[in-house]
């Protein structure tokens, strides 16, 4: 596929310096390409993340935020926000929002915005709308993340859910936190169910309500699942937006995670994983599960993706003309 951009469309070249430049109109630019379903945007969005998975593995730390609807994900982010702007970094967030009313829940960006009314150059946010009402990531996401990371030093995505395939942030994320509230017994039973594994750490939320929330971080505490000599596990961190307390120790606690990866270099790989299963997503959704099978299944797929490593889009579009070329084969099956 050409990587030189298709007339009247910005050139991708061009466009990944000055994202790199943290230039906020050509992020902001990039993102609407990536967000565009137009041949011409599509063919540019191709050359962009094919210019951006290309670059040396950059130093951002992508962190996802999930949790249930009104856990306190974007208050915390807001308050994580400031501690990292404090360290002098730079943050771009893409808020994934179901805008759900249920809770209330002000969408991250208005929050941000209401807490630094200012303004501050450092901090770019993104709201995206959600794939439905549970919050399911837009396949736009993962592309998004990768401007954003070549942008920003920390990149948070905040997305409602806990866990389900579809939905999970923790295919974006070099880092995710799931954020509880307290007395949330059904998350924890739901957690205890089987992903528990997904979460890298965990973050009681609203630990200003005291006994319950402590209650509640034990209990999740009790039910993370040992760890072989060498793996990660997964911490429990009680914290509160409202005063504050025991965020910047959560801040610490994504740091070491960051750190834990880059010691045995698994950046890389996590993000190659994350594109594959990403692709490999993509084709399910247009060809179906036959489809994908057709294509050599879902484990087959990532392996051959992670073997034959390239940029997400360019080999999403590659396997796709095979999916077409194999149902062109036998007429009439095409979904
Ligand atoms: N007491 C207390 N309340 C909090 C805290 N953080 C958030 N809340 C409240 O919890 C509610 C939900 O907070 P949000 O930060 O919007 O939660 P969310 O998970 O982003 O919500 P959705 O995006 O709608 O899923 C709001 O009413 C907040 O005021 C906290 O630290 N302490
Ligand atoms: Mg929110």
């Keep these: 596929m050409s990587l030189a951009a298709p007339a009247g469309w910005p050139d991708p070249a061009t466009l990944v310096e000055a994202i790199r430049s943290r230039d906020r109109s050509a992020i902001a630019e990039a993102l609407n390409v990536l967000d565009d379903r137009r041949p ?18 950059p130093g951002a730390h992508v962190i996802g935020i999930t949790g249930p609807p009104g856990s306190g994900k974007s208050s915390l982010a807001a308050a994580l926000l400031g501690v990292w702007r404090e360290a002098g970094r730079t943050v771009g967030v893409l808020a994934i929002d179901p805008s759900s009313p249920r809770t209330g829940g002000a969408l991250l960006g208005d929050r941000l915005r209401m807490l630094r009314p200012d303004g501050d150059e450092a901090v770019f946010i993104r709201s995206l709308a959600s794939r439905g009402e549970l919050g399911g990531l837009s396949p736009e996401a993962g592309p998004m993340s990768l401007v954003m990371a070549a942008a920003f030093d920390v990149v948070v995505v905040e997305t409602v859910g ?8 923790s295919e974006l994320a070099d880092t995710t936190c799931c954020v509880v509230q307290p007395a949330s017994g059904d998350t924890v039973q739901f957690l205890k169910s089987g992903i528990m594994e997904v979460p890298d750490l965990f973050a009681v939320s609203k630990a200003d309500l005291g006994a319950l929330a402590e209650r509640t971080a034990r209990e999740l505490q009790g039910s993370i699942p040992g760890r072989p000599e060498g793996e990660w596990t997964a911490g429990v961190t009680l914290v509160s937006a409202r005063s504050g307390a025991g965020v910047a120790e959560l801040a610490r606690a994504f740091g070491s995670h960051r750190a834990w990866l880059d ?19 993509r084709l399910r959704e247009e060809f179906g599960s036959q489809g994908v099978e057709r294509l050599g299944g879902a484990e087959g797929l990532v392996a051959e993706l992670l073997r034959e490593h390239g940029p997400p889009l360019t080999r999403h579009e590659e396997l796709r003309r095979r999916a077409l070329s194999l149902y062109a084969g036998s007429e009439g099956e095409h979904p």
């Design 40 to 57: 011409g945007a599509r063919a540019c969005a191709a050359g962009l993340t094919a210019r951006l998975a290309a670059l040396p593995a």
């Design 162 to 169: 806990i866990g389900q395939s579809e939905t999970d942030v």
């Design 263 to 281: 010691a045995g270099g698994k950046v890389g790989e996590r993000r190659r994983r994350h594109q594959a299963r990403w692709v490999s997503r």
